[in-house]
Protein backbone atom coordinates (compact mmCIF):
# COMPACT_ATOMS: atom_id res chain seq x y z
CA UNK A 1 0.00 0.00 0.00
CA UNK A 2 1.20 3.59 -1.14
CA UNK A 3 2.33 6.17 1.64
CA UNK A 4 0.13 8.60 2.64
CA UNK A 5 0.98 10.07 5.73
CA UNK A 6 3.27 12.57 4.12
CA UNK A 7 0.85 13.84 1.67
CA UNK A 8 0.16 17.46 3.10
CA UNK A 9 -4.00 17.07 1.60
CA UNK A 10 -3.68 14.47 4.54
CA UNK A 11 -2.26 15.92 7.15
CA UNK A 12 -4.66 18.99 6.73
CA UNK A 13 -7.35 16.26 6.70
CA UNK A 14 -6.80 14.97 10.12
CA UNK A 15 -6.41 17.99 11.37
CA UNK A 16 -10.20 19.40 10.63
CA UNK A 17 -11.37 15.64 11.46
CA UNK A 18 -9.80 15.82 15.01
CA UNK A 19 -10.56 19.69 15.27
CA UNK A 20 -14.54 18.37 14.56
CA UNK A 21 -14.27 15.49 17.39
CA UNK A 22 -13.28 18.41 19.51
CA UNK A 23 -15.55 20.93 18.44
CA UNK A 24 -18.68 18.58 17.99
CA UNK A 25 -18.06 18.20 21.80
CA UNK A 26 -19.73 21.83 22.79
CA UNK A 27 -22.71 21.29 20.42
CA UNK A 28 -26.08 20.89 21.81
CA UNK A 29 -27.30 18.27 22.48
CA UNK A 30 -29.75 17.97 19.83
CA UNK A 31 -26.70 19.20 17.40
CA UNK A 32 -24.27 16.84 18.31
CA UNK A 33 -26.52 13.82 17.68
CA UNK A 34 -27.70 14.99 14.14
CA UNK A 35 -25.04 17.70 12.13
CA UNK A 36 -22.28 17.23 14.74
CA UNK A 37 -22.36 12.99 13.49
CA UNK A 38 -22.69 14.29 9.78
CA UNK A 39 -19.61 16.50 10.14
CA UNK A 40 -17.90 13.87 11.75
CA UNK A 41 -18.51 11.54 9.44
CA UNK A 42 -18.06 13.07 6.60
CA UNK A 43 -14.06 14.29 8.09
CA UNK A 44 -13.44 10.15 8.21
CA UNK A 45 -14.77 10.13 5.04
CA UNK A 46 -12.54 12.66 3.82
CA UNK A 47 -9.55 11.22 5.38
CA UNK A 48 -10.68 7.40 3.73
CA UNK A 49 -10.78 8.41 0.06
CA UNK A 50 -7.64 10.27 0.64
CA UNK A 51 -6.08 7.04 1.76
CA UNK A 52 -7.98 4.91 -1.46
CA UNK A 53 -6.49 7.65 -3.33
CA UNK A 54 -3.34 7.50 -3.23
CA UNK A 55 -3.15 3.75 -3.15
CA UNK A 56 -5.02 3.15 -6.64
CA UNK A 57 -3.31 3.68 -9.70
CA UNK A 58 -6.54 4.67 -11.10
CA UNK A 59 -7.43 7.99 -9.35
CA UNK A 60 -10.03 8.75 -12.04
CA UNK A 61 -12.97 7.22 -10.07
CA UNK A 62 -12.14 8.02 -6.34
CA UNK A 63 -11.06 11.57 -6.40
CA UNK A 64 -14.33 13.14 -7.63
CA UNK A 65 -15.82 11.25 -4.50
CA UNK A 66 -13.01 13.36 -2.43
CA UNK A 67 -14.01 16.43 -3.85
CA UNK A 68 -17.52 16.20 -3.34
CA UNK A 69 -17.04 14.99 0.00
CA UNK A 70 -15.12 17.55 0.70
CA UNK A 71 -17.79 20.13 -0.45
CA UNK A 72 -20.21 18.52 1.31
CA UNK A 73 -18.37 18.94 4.47
CA UNK A 74 -18.00 22.60 3.76
CA UNK A 75 -21.29 23.08 3.16
CA UNK A 76 -22.19 21.18 6.50
CA UNK A 77 -19.59 23.73 8.39
CA UNK A 78 -21.70 26.25 7.00
CA UNK A 79 -25.35 25.02 8.29
CA UNK A 80 -23.95 24.21 11.44
CA UNK A 81 -22.98 27.70 11.85
CA UNK A 82 -26.91 28.90 10.53
CA UNK A 83 -28.43 26.47 13.22
CA UNK A 84 -25.59 27.88 15.61
CA UNK A 85 -24.40 24.94 16.14
CA UNK A 86 -20.86 26.46 17.30
CA UNK A 87 -20.15 27.23 20.55
CA UNK A 88 -18.65 30.67 18.62
CA UNK A 89 -17.93 32.19 16.12
CA UNK A 90 -13.90 31.55 16.01
CA UNK A 91 -14.63 27.56 16.09
CA UNK A 92 -16.49 27.90 13.07
CA UNK A 93 -13.73 30.06 11.17
CA UNK A 94 -11.24 27.76 12.40
CA UNK A 95 -13.41 24.76 10.94
CA UNK A 96 -14.23 26.65 7.69
CA UNK A 97 -11.15 27.39 7.05
CA UNK A 98 -9.55 24.68 7.38
CA UNK A 99 -12.17 22.83 5.02
CA UNK A 100 -11.72 25.58 2.45
CA UNK A 101 -7.99 24.10 2.04
CA UNK A 102 -8.90 21.14 2.14
CA UNK A 103 -11.72 21.65 -0.67
CA UNK A 104 -8.61 23.47 -2.91
CA UNK A 105 -5.84 20.75 -1.78
CA UNK A 106 -8.52 17.60 -3.21
CA UNK A 107 -9.79 20.13 -6.47
CA UNK A 108 -6.07 20.47 -7.21
CA UNK A 109 -5.05 16.78 -6.92
CA UNK A 110 -8.22 16.34 -8.86
CA UNK A 111 -7.29 18.68 -11.82
CA UNK A 112 -3.27 17.44 -11.49
CA UNK A 113 -4.33 14.09 -11.99
CA UNK A 114 -6.24 14.57 -15.39
CA UNK A 115 -3.64 16.48 -16.80
CA UNK A 116 -1.59 13.51 -16.52
CA UNK A 117 -3.99 11.27 -17.44
CA UNK A 118 -4.30 13.57 -20.54
CA UNK A 119 -0.53 13.72 -21.46
CA UNK A 120 0.90 10.00 -20.99
CA UNK A 121 1.85 8.71 -24.33
CA UNK A 122 -0.41 6.02 -25.94
CA UNK A 123 1.22 2.41 -25.86
CA UNK A 124 1.40 1.26 -29.34
CA UNK A 125 0.68 -2.55 -30.22
CA UNK A 126 3.69 -4.76 -32.27
Same mark, same amino acid.
Given at each position: ??? $??????????????? $????? %???? /??? !?? $? /?? @??? +???? /?????? #????? !? /????? &??? +?????????? #????? %????????????? &?????? &???? %??????? @????? &????? !???????? @?
Amino acid at each position: MAR $YEHLPIYKKAIELAV $YIQQV %VRSF /SRY !NK $Y /SI @GTE +LREL /SRSAIL #LIIKA !N /SHRDK &SRI +LPQLVETCEM #LKTSI %VFAKEVKAFASFK &SFQHAS &SLAV %VLCKQSE @GWLKS &SRRSE !NHQPAIKD @G
